[in-house]
């Protein structure tokens, strides 16, 4: 494996699971110090990974996190957005909860907000920086049933092109990863024949695997994109293709 992030530091929000932990596997086995802030405890503990607790929503816990971080480290070179919800509720809008709406607009939408605005102006203060935003396919393309969803990660995709073109002359790039679906525990609940036709959708007769979602982050993470930004990059089997 490359050591593109040897001696960065790197925070990844909703690391303790799924599309997370394998940001955080992919970050620090390429030599990166990374700090895993997530509402629960990981499943797997990683050697050289600290973990904090922090609800991504609740910019208090957001501000005291990333003083933390910088206070320890000094700076912070990457962040990835990763920490989400897609609420419970699988019903149409017109009976859609405002508790569900706003939660998941609270995690997706304003969690991605409040640690880009933490996060900044350390990066600013260090000369540059890089952000990715784990957004989804939902930021192109709606299915029934998830309106709060798909409306939380079109907002983080326009967050993520606001923000390149606000910071591009600042050595911050920012981009997004939009997966389709992916085998994370986001699928425990979901039958088999729901999940046959879910596979059914993708012209490669599979799901998207975590690891994979991880490897396009790193990349834009790293130095070899440095005239990538304002980007969304679907990793999706061709399933948009087709
Ligand atoms: N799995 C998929 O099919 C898929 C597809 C497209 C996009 N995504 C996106 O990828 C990201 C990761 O999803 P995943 O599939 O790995 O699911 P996951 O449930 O395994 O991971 C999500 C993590 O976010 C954490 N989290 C939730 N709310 C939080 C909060 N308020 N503060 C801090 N942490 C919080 C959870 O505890 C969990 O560890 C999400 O943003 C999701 O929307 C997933």
Redesign the pocket.
């Known amino acids: 494996m490359n050591r593109r992030f040897e001696g960065k530091i790197a925070i990844v929000?909703?690391g303790?699971?799924?599309?997370?932990a394998a940001c955080i596997e992919r970050l620090n086995g390429e030599g990166a110090k990374v700090v895993c802030?997530?509402?629960?405890t990981p499943q797997r503990v990683v050697p050289d990974v600290e973990f904090l607790s922090?609800?991504?929503?609740d910019e208090v816990a957001v501000a005291a996190l990333v003083a933390k971080v910088v206070e320890e480290h000094g700076r912070i070179d990457v962040l990835v957005n990763?920490?989400?919800?897609?609420g419970r509720e699988q019903v149409r809008i017109h009976e859609l909860s405002f508790a569900t709406w706003d939660l998941v607009q609270s995690?997706?939408a304003r969690?991605t907000f409040a640690m880009m605005r933490a996060v900044i102006p350390h990066m600013l203060a260090a000369g540059g920086g890089n952000i990715v935003n784990?957004a989804?396919?939902g930021s192109f393309r709606a299915t029934p049933m998830a309106a709060s969803y798909l409306a939380s990660k079109g907002a983080m995709m326009m967050l993520t092109r606001a923000g390149a073109v606000e910071y591009a002359k600042d050595n911050i790039r920012i981009n997004a990863v939009c997966?389709?679906?992916?085998e994370?525990?986001?699928l425990e609940h979901t039958s088999p024949e729901a999940l046959e036709r879910l596979v059914a959708r993708h012209p490669q007769g599979r799901l998207g695997r975590?690891e994979e979602v991880a490897a396009l982050v790193a990349f834009l993470a790293s130095g070899e994109a440095p005239h990538i930004t304002g980007g969304a990059y679907l990793i999706d089997g061709g399933r948009s293709a087709a």
């Open positions: 929000t909703g303790a699971s799924g599309i997370g802030c997530d509402l629960q922090c609800n991504v929503a990763n920490a989400g919800t897609a995690v997706n969690g784990v989804s396919i997966p389709s679906t992916t994370t525990a986001i975590p």
